[in-house]
């Protein structure tokens, strides 16, 4: 679902923030993102959704060139961000509608999509109000909300579980597996290494914009549990 | 006094970017925040030219030194107390650093004054563009004692302090008036608009204002000094008499103080009301409705416009001035017509309609800051399957319905109202010349804000009044209104207009085309 091939990039003359980094998702991954901070998760994830212009490499999504054909790659895939500023001037129920329209949702499937994972996120009664008004973690829910709603082939989360509640963190848990039970790839940056030993099946560490480890998250941990492989991969 | 200093020192890299020209490797960057600055600096330099010739003319035609002061003193005033009023809540109380601050061991009071401190330095722009070079010129023509330039500064400084204390006073008290209707923006902008558009009026009569003061300088004084006393006191303080400039001094200190007092002790509450948002009880998922992509972006930004009471003022102000002209030119027609006749000026009818509403129509076109407001929510734009040019297009489009219906009514009312005194040439310069100015601005004004993004803002203030973009567009609009009109005016030539009409139009297709092109890079480099 997503091959990315050699990724270069730098910010301005700066030092390479991603140095060659190669990895594939596959349909039915829960991949793990980790590596400290600065290390180059955020611009990687940044470059596949279209946010950043890349350097060097190549990056498919369902085998579409994100630079080539990047409209056709956003139709399949939904990025949200660790901290989703979004539109305050709207209200929860306003932006979900359009992302809608920008989606081609029809109106009683939008309805009852909004309806599921409002219910599953309990904001359903914070929808007419404004967005402004919202907490970081409502703000997460409803981008989490807008993201599932769309149904995307392949969802790229940057510190998906910051700011949400315990509930509503098992409630994600809950529809990650569902998602990639029905054919999704899930690729998410985590500090939470206990959160990605549980959830994921594979995992990357990077470190300096390079990767350092990759794979089934049994391969790629061996004996070890997860934190102490980052620690030593990371310290080495 | 030091996190006093400090706070102060960052409120003005943040309004003057100062770091940015200095530190950013961003070359792009750098040069956007050298371009806001030059065009503050040019505007500052436009106004203070007009007021030093100003004063000038007066005190060669021997008026008393007390009445340029008075002019002056009134305009500085007058604009610091409208832009306090704009801005006031947003700038004293509800700024996107909140929290960061009241979270650190500063002192709120502190706060309050570094926030108080960074309105008034920002509204202290007008008054060195008009007050200082009426001083410059006073000290160069009257030759004053030594003791005036000392108290000529000290009434210089604090002039702008009571006006912003009532702007910002009154802005506040219109914000927690209406902080929990869900209409809130809607309302509080109309009422701010509704008290601009006095302002402009006001500042529209200045001429006659100005002219009164050299034919009845001491009527027209008292006048003012019955509406707004401390500008007498300053003027006369200025102009040598010492009580008046005690008085003056002690006024806005006393004035100043007060407000400060009363906003630390209101400082939590009052943020708290203000923030507190609208909330519906009992909400219920009802019927949505669909709309296709551009619809959808152009709702977005429509919302986005309306949501933002700077940008709505800043802007609409030239639509609501069409349509005021408009409605007034026909109303007066048929005083204006004989008397036009008679003096045998004809011909200046259609450039004078022409240019007005070319002056209204690009005064400020909502494009020169439509990508900048998008600030840290375009990463929404960037990362959906929306066409870049359909994301422009809902930007241009915003501007077009806001100044072309207002346009086009007055465009078809003057023409009726004017017939008799316009031939076909001229009703074609009237149709066409307003409209392909605001044409051009429109997509003019989004090319050279997708030339000088700035999306790192922390009040809206900041990119609507204060960015380069914007600044430039005001000078490019005085710049092609004068080109549109001045030609027919100088020449007697009345289908030079009609000509200008279409190479404008030309202009405006080339620079849309330059867009539309584009327009995947000009989203990608944000």
Redesign the interface.
């Known amino acids: 679902m997503l091959e990315i091939r050699n990724l270069v990039k730098s910010y301005?003359?700066?030092p390479r923030a991603v140095d060659g980094l190669t990895l594939s998702v596959d349909a039915g991954d829960i991949y793990g993102f980790i590596g400290h901070n600065g290390a180059g998760k955020t611009t990687t994830l940044k470059c596949i959704?279209?946010?950043l212009?890349f350097d060097g490499g190549e990056i498919l999504v369902d085998g579409i060139d994100v630079r080539k054909d990047?409209?056709?790659a956003?139709?399949i895939m939904?990025?949200i961000?660790d901290n989703?500023?979004?539109?305050?001037?709207?209200t929860g129920?306003?932006y979900l509608?359009?992302?809608?329209?920008?989606?081609g949702?029809?109106?009683s499937e939008?309805?009852e999509r909004?309806?599921k994972y409002?219910a599953a996120f309990e904001i359903?009664?914070?929808?007419?109000?404004?967005v402004?008004?919202y907490s970081h973690g409502m703000c997460q829910k409803l981008a989490l909300i807008g993201a599932l709603i769309q149904q995307p082939k392949l969802l790229m989360l940057d510190e998906p579980f910051v700011g949400l509640d315990p509930k509503a963190s098992h409630t994600l848990k809950g529809i990650m597996r569902e998602l990639v039970e029905k054919g999704c790839a899930i690729f998410f940056s985590t500090h939470v290494l206990e959160v990605a030993e549980k959830l994921c099946n594979k995992i990357a560490i990077i470190k300096n914009g390079k990767l350092i480890a990759s794979g089934p998250m049994d391969e790629v941990r061996g004996d070890n549990t997860l934190e102490e492989l980052f620690l030593e991969l990371t310290d080495a | 006094m030091k996190p006093l200093w400090t706070l102060i020192k960052l409120y003005v890299n943040s309004i003057f970017r100062f770091q940015v020209m200095r530190y950013s490797?961003?070359g792009r960057e750098r040069r956007n925040a050298i371009m806001s600055l030059a065009a503050i600096v040019l505007i500052v330099v436009v106004y203070g030219g007009m007021s030093g010739v100003l004063t000038a003319q007066m005190l060669s035609a021997g008026v008393d030194a007390s009445i340029p002061f008075l002019l002056v003193g009134t305009m500085g005033s007058l604009f610091a107390l409208a832009m306090a009023f704009a801005q006031g809540s947003a700038t004293l109380s509800d700024f996107a650093d909140f929290d960061t601050l009241m979270g650190m061991p500063i002192k709120t009071s502190t706060i309050v004054l570094a926030r108080f401190a960074a309105m008034y330095l920002a509204e202290m722009v007008y008054s060195v563009a008009y007050v200082l070079p009426c001083g410059v010129v006073y000290a160069v023509m009257r030759h004053p004692v030594w003791w005036f330039y000392p108290t000529f500064m000290l009434l210089f400084l604090l002039l702008p302090v009571a006006p912003v204390v009532l702007g910002s006073g009154a802005d506040l008290l219109l914000s927690v008036a209406f902080a929990k209707s869900k209409y809130k923006?809607g309302v509080t902008s109309t009422i701010k608009m509704i008290v601009l558009m006095a302002f402009i009026i006001f500042a529209y009569l200045l001429p006659q204002i100005s002219e009164s003061f050299l034919s009845a300088p001491q009527r027209t004084a008292s006048r003012i000094a019955r509406i707004y006393p401390p500008v007498q006191w300053f003027a006369s303080g200025a102009s040598g008499s010492f009580p008046l400039s005690a008085l003056f001094i002690a006024a806005s200190a006393a004035v100043c103080v007060l407000f400060l007092l009363l906003l630390n002790k209101t400082f939590l509450p009052l943020h708290d009301r203000l923030?507190?948002?609208?909330?519906?009880k009992?909400?219920r998922?009802g019927?949505?409705?669909?709309?296709?992509?551009l619809?959808?972006l152009f709702?977005?930004e429509r919302?986005?416009f309306?949501?933002?009471t700077a940008w709505v003022i800043n802007t609409i102000i030239g639509a609501v001035l069409i349509v005021v002209f408009g409605v007034v030119g026909v109303a007066l027609s048929k005083t204006l017509i004989p008397v036009l006749n008679a003096a045998s000026m004809t011909g200046i009818a259609p450039t004078v309609i022409t240019g007005i509403l070319i002056l209204c129509a690009t005064i400020s076109p909502t494009t020169a800051c439509a990508i900048s407001m998008e600030?840290?929510?375009s990463?929404?734009t960037?990362?959906?399957?929306?066409?870049a040019k359909d994301w422009l297009n809902a930007k241009l489009l915003m501007n077009l319905l806001l100044v072309g219906p207002a346009l086009l009514i007055a465009i078809t009312l003057l023409s009726i109202a004017y017939r008799s005194m316009l031939n076909a040439v001229d009703v074609l310069g009237i149709v066409l010349m307003p409209i392909a100015a605001m044409l051009f601005t429109t997509v003019f004004g989004l090319y050279v804000n997708a030339a000088m993004p700035r999306l790192d803002w922390e009040t809206d203030t900041e990119v609507v009044k204060q960015s380069g973009a914007v600044l430039i567009l005001v000078l490019v609009g005085l710049g092609l209104t004068a080109a549109s009109v001045l030609p027919a005016l100088l020449s007697g030539l009345r289908w030079l207009t009609p000509v200008i009409a279409a190479a404008v139009l030309a202009a405006s297709g080339v620079t849309y085309g330059y867009l539309m092109k584009n327009a995947?890079q000009i989203r990608?480099k944000l």
């Open positions: 301005g003359n700066g959704s279209g946010i212009p990047p409209m056709a956003k139709r939904r990025y961000p989703p500023d979004l539109y305050t001037f709207l129920e306003g509608n359009f992302l809608c329209d920008i989606y949702i029809g109106e939008r309805r909004i309806r409002a359903e009664s914070k929808l007419g109000d404004l402004g008004s | 490797k961003d923006k923030t507190a948002g609208y909330h519906v009992d909400y998922l019927a949505l409705k669909s709309s296709g992509t619809k959808a709702t977005i919302k986005r309306f949501s933002s600030g840290k929510q990463w929404i960037k990362t959906l399957p929306v066409p995947e990608g």
